[in-house]
Nanobody, 127 residues
Framework: QVQLVESGGGLVQAGGSLSLSCTTS????????MGWFRQAPGKEREIVAA????????RYADSVKGRFTISRNSARTTMYLQMNSLKPEDTANYYC????????????????????WGQGIQVTVSS
């Protein structure tokens, strides 16, 4: 069992920045992938960004490219999402997820490819 805990959400004005963190209960994974997803009211949960734990290879949704940066610490226990130039449409509940099964791709992009999820954290961007 893997527990994921998100932190760092909150309220920010448009154009501002926020940083999210997701810890893996202190467990370190060598061959895993982690991702950030978000879900706005009335919408489906969607990929924001994902990172391969071993190589550091990343993927981003088109809507956040150039504004958000996903990263992990060297101990491979914490994932981050630096969000800059935030827009009201970035308002959502943000979830981190981890894929611990053998990977078919470097960093999966769909919900059912991930094994464990955090509880979610709210990000609100005011206009």
């Amino acid at each position: 069992q893997v527990q994921l805990v998100e932190s760092g959400g909150g309220l920010v004005q448009a154009g501002g920045s926020l940083s999210l963190s997701c810890t893996t209960s202190g467990r370190s994974f060598n061959n895993a992938a982690m991702g950030w997803f978000r879900q706005a009211p009335g919408k489906e949960r969607e990929i924001v960004a994902a990172v391969n734990w071993g190589s550091g290879w990343t993927r981003y949704a088109d809507s956040v490219k150039g504004r958000f940066t996903i990263s992990r610490n060297s101990a491979r226990t914490t994932m981050y999402l630096q969000m800059n130039s935030l827009k009201p449409e970035d308002t959502a509940n943000y979830y981190c997820a981890i894929r611990t099964r053998r990977l078919d791709v470097l960093a999966p992009a769909t919900l059912n490819e991930y094994d464990y999820w955090g509880q979610g954290i709210q990000v609100t961007v005011s206009s």
